[in-house]
């Protein structure tokens, strides 16, 4: 809370007959702050928590200044000490928070301090979204037996859960089977505008968050600054640690026009994200401004909001206008908040304007969006769905390198499988559940469908599983929920699903055709993830794509099916049914809308939501401060990142004679390097659960088991799709063992290399870290013994986990790569005077020792990127830094 108030923000404004203190932008620029209303929106939500922290300690008049001269050149260099109001979590990145948090209370316990000094200092809700998988699937009680088996599955993560929620303050779970967090987010969660007792005063200021999933980015749609840090970073702002960061760019986005008749804010977020992944937005904030905004409703916007992480920026910022008050009171939102948000954003200057200063522009004309997919390997690889079956069939060449296609007989069924075929057809996911134009539009698609006599081919596991409770409401009362049923989109489960790779099985038969036949078969879902690997391990093409298309591709059954010439199905009078004579209009779609969704609905939903099914409340828990451990557990163990922790930091250490664990190409995402999904038999993990007597049935994936570091660390690298060219010809999880020239696991290879005392360097190509805000993506790193990562480029989030876990990431300069170096995996890499200290993003030189002996001096620019994180660094970790500090 502001001390100092440099700039005389400090004032008092009523609204609903209270007081309010506000920090505002309005009296800072009389006071000194030079045309800061000519800011971004974002920039201003940032100027205000500044104002309000300013302390001439964490927040000083310099950084207060460098937002203003931010204005002068639209980039800086400054770093900033920013406090998010709340953090939020789901259950994957949730477990071995909690974790962390209760090993933290263990260490300092063991120094004889009181272990409660570890605890949330600020707002954290978690919400369990990510653990339901889709077994069973296609009838009425799919639902019923799919939340039984989450419940058998994870019963020990769900009590660590509940022992969290009794343990630490300011710390709340929201139980499985509600939705998926940032529809819960959007929808319940968010207030935009929040107040709070602060110094004995109620104090307005907006609401702003950071979330342990990189989706989090969703609710910028709402004006609600936030987005996707790891694990380890969120557990730094719960106990009170500023977000260090330089004042980023602003990228404005100018939006004109209308969507035209038959396209969906899913073919509009596509266009988006290859535009700004093209225009290069990684580490900026995208704020969305122009006359076009008011033809995007909430839920648009939100959609456009959730695709962040997929375009590369760091959020996707929205202002408050009508639509946002509008979207408040038709969720059901409290009327005096409805008004405090207006007043409060027409007074800070929030509300939606023009005269707006950006580092860059571009501009869409919305008009001229047309149906899209992306895919099959990434969310930025947009496709026109006039050319999805041309485009397929070109990268089913490429890929399998034959031309002709396959099919084989698929066991007691008459039908073949074939190349091409769609396997899975699953509406899911935050990006599109939370969107009733899309839900209602599948619905009516379905409607149409089933009117004319076509169905679901037979191949095709189908699935719909929304992110809110609420979805389910307004199909039912819209009367469409029937039609999703008997085209086999039943209710599966309120989660992320096959997004995050909880598919669940392919039926036997289905499975051993692709097996057998070796198929190049493909997914269909209305998600945002689409990365190799990730879907299901025998379904090599992935497609993102809105929930009506998904419906229309589970009718078509092929991706060579070409929607716009090729019939679905013939009709009960055996005439030819296309896609353009069961498509719903603009109009039907508006109006089911209008008569299906109730602010009542989402009250009713929300009321209770802390309640949770019959199977959570009946998880018992013992009250304690302090953990109680299973020694035999595999799903929650104390993580190995606080044992025997010096008081006093070690300092910088020298990284001399390492070798390689892997090299990698571009796009390496944090998929790759710690799977989410499906755990394999053969493999160090296991063998780990052979060892536990852990069967196969109940491995579940490596998300649910993210509470157990010996789990994750051997599921490293271990994605089936990752090549490293470190062992050319091979794919999954393996390397190179030098200078024996032995090939293994990942896993064991990082074991051998620690016990003969060697240091492990990671090189990679462009984009590494791509994908999700996953935490494990650098633990697991650490636990393998890297000490380093050398690429060309590193995603936001990814960079700065590896910093969190005491890890040195370094790029490589203009000219420079794995490629120009001829780079095998046998060289001794030396990274010189790293002992000696770093600066902020200084130039380190790195040695490498080729097996003919020869050597390469070449500089590379670390990319610790602030003073707080050359801290961290030093400590070996943020974690580490945060502990000793509190100890």
């Keep these: 809370m502001s001390k100092v108030n440099s700039f005389k923000s400090k004032k008092t404004i009523k609204v609903n007959g209270k007081d309010y203190v506000i920090y505002s932008l309005t009296e800072a620029e009389k006071n000194g702050l030079k045309d800061i209303s000519k800011l971004p929106k974002s ?34 260099d400054t770093e900033i000490a920013y406090r998010p109001a709340r953090v939020l979590m789901q259950d994957y990145t949730g477990i071995p928070a909690v974790a962390d948090l209760a090993a933290m209370r263990d260490a300092v316990k063991a120094k004889n301090k009181d272990p409660k000094k570890i605890n949330p200092l600020s707002q954290v809700d978690l919400v369990i979204d990510h653990s339901v998988m889709v077994d069973n699937y296609a009838n009425k009680d799919s639902f019923d037996l799919n939340v039984e088996k989450e419940f058998s599955r994870n019963g020990e993560r769900y009590s660590f859960l509940k022992w969290g929620q009794q343990a630490f303050d300011n710390f709340k779970v929201v139980p499985p089977g509600t939705g998926i967090c940032h ?116 839920a648009d916007r939100a959609t456009i909001a959730n695709m962040a992480p997929e375009y590369g920026a760091t959020c996707g910022f929205f202002p408050i206008d009508e ?23 027409k007074e800070q200057g929030l509300w939606t304007s023009s005269g707006m200063v950006f580092t860059d522009t571009l501009s869409l004309d919305v008009s001229t969006v047309a149906p899209t997919i992306a895919g099959p390997k990434r969310p930025q690889d947009k496709v026109l769905l006039t050319d999805a079956a041309k485009d397929f069939d070109k990268n089913f060449k490429e890929t399998i390198k034959r031309t002709a296609l396959k099919e084989y007989p698929v066991e007691n069924a008459n039908y073949k499988l074939k190349d091409g075929n769609i396997v899975i057809a699953a509406i899911t996911s935050c990006t599109n559940t939370s969107n009733p134009s899309v839900l209602i539009a599948a619905g009516l698609l379905a409607k149409k469908a089933i009117e004319k006599g076509l169905s679901s081919k037979p191949w095709v596991k189908t699935s719909l599983a929304p992110g809110s409770k609420v979805v389910t409401d307004y199909l039912e009362k819209a009367g469409l929920d029937t039609y999703l049923n008997q085209l086999g989109f039943n209710l599966v489960g309120y989660g992320c699903t096959t997004c995050i790779g909880n598919s669940g099985p392919l039926n036997d038969n289905i499975s051993n055709s692709i097996i057998k036949g070796e198929l190049y078969v493909a997914s269909v879902l209305s998600g945002n993830r689409n990365f190799e690997g990730r879907v299901h391990p025998q379904v090599k093409a992935n497609y993102l794509a809105s929930p009506p298309l998904v419906v229309a591709y589970a009718i078509a059954g092929s991706m060579m099916v070409d929607l716009y010439k090729d019939a679905l199905g013939k009709d009960k009078n055996g005439k030819d049914v296309f896609l353009k004579d069961i498509w719903p209009s603009n109009k039907e779609i508006a109006d089911k809308i209008l008569t299906s969704i109730t602010a009542q609905m989402y009250r009713s939903r929300y009321d209770n939501v802390s309640e949770g099914p019959a199977s959570w409340q009946k998880i018992k828990t013992v009250a304690s401060s302090i953990y109680d451990w299973d020694q035999k557990s595999t799903y929650v163990k104390r993580p190995p990142f606080f044992e025997n922790l010096p008081d006093k930091p070690e300092g910088f250490k020298a990284i001399k004679n390492a070798r390689p664990l892997l090299i990698l190409a571009d796009s390496i995402t944090t998929d790759h390097i710690s799977p989410a999904g499906s755990i394999q038999k053969s493999g160090p993990t296991g063998d780990y659960f052979m060892e536990h007597q852990v069967l196969q049935k109940d491995f579940n994936s490596y998300g649910a088991r993210r509470g157990n570091h010996e789990v994750m660390m051997r599921g490293t690298f271990a994605n089936i799709r990752i090549k490293n060219e470190m062992a050319p010809g091979t794919e999954g999880g393996v390397t190179m063992l030098h200078p024996d020239k032995k090939v ?144």
């Design 43 to 76: 920039l201003k939500v940032l100027l205000e928590n500044l104002l309000r922290y300013e302390d001439n300690s964490t927040v000083d008049k310099t950084q207060i200044n460098a937002i203003q001269s931010w204005l002068n050149n639209k980039t800086s």
């Design 183 to 298: 529809q819960v987010n959007l929808e319940y969660l968010s207030k935009v505008v929040w107040s709070s007792e602060m110094n004995g005063e109620l104090t307005a200021y907006p609401d702003t968050l950071v979330g342990t999933d990189s989706h989090t980015t969703m609710v910028n749609g709402l004006s609600v600054l936030g987005w996707g840090v790891g694990g380890i970073e969120a557990e730094a702002v719960m106990l009170g640690q500023p977000i260090s960061m330089l004042i980023p760019e602003v990228v404005g986005f100018e939006v004109k026009g209308k969507l035209p008749e038959g396209t969906t804010a899913t073919d509009l977020v596509l266009t988006v994200t290859q535009m700004l992944r093209k225009k290069g937005v990684v580490g900026k904030f995208v704020e969305f401004y122009g006359e076009g905004l008011k033809n995007l409703s909430l």
């Design 323 to 345: 639509e946002t008050l509008k979207y408040l009171e038709f969720t059901g939102r409290d009327k005096d908040l409805i008004k405090l948000i207006e007043v409060y954003a």
């Design 744 to 887: 293994m696991p990942v896993f064991d290879a990082s074991m051998e290399y620690q016990k003969r005392k060697v240091d492990l360097v990671v090189i990679a190509g462009k984009e590494y870290g791509t994908g999700s805000s996953r935490d494990w993506a650098a633990k697991g790193t650490k636990l393998l013994g890297v000490k380093a990562v050398i690429a060309e480029s590193f995603e936001r989030i990814h960079r700065s986990n590896l910093v969190g876990m005491g890890i040195l990431p370094l790029q490589f300069k203009e000219g420079y790569s794995r490629k120009t170096l001829n780079l095998k995996g046998s060289e001794i890499i030396n990274i010189l005077n790293v002992e000696k200290g770093l600066k902020p993003r200084e130039e380190v030189t790195v040695e490498f020792l080729f097996e003919d002996g020869s050597s390469k001096k070449i500089n590379v620019l670390s990319r610790i990127d602030t003073d707080n994180e050359t801290e961290y660094y030093k400590h070996g970790g943020i974690l580490q830094y945060v502990l000793r500090n509190m100890a």
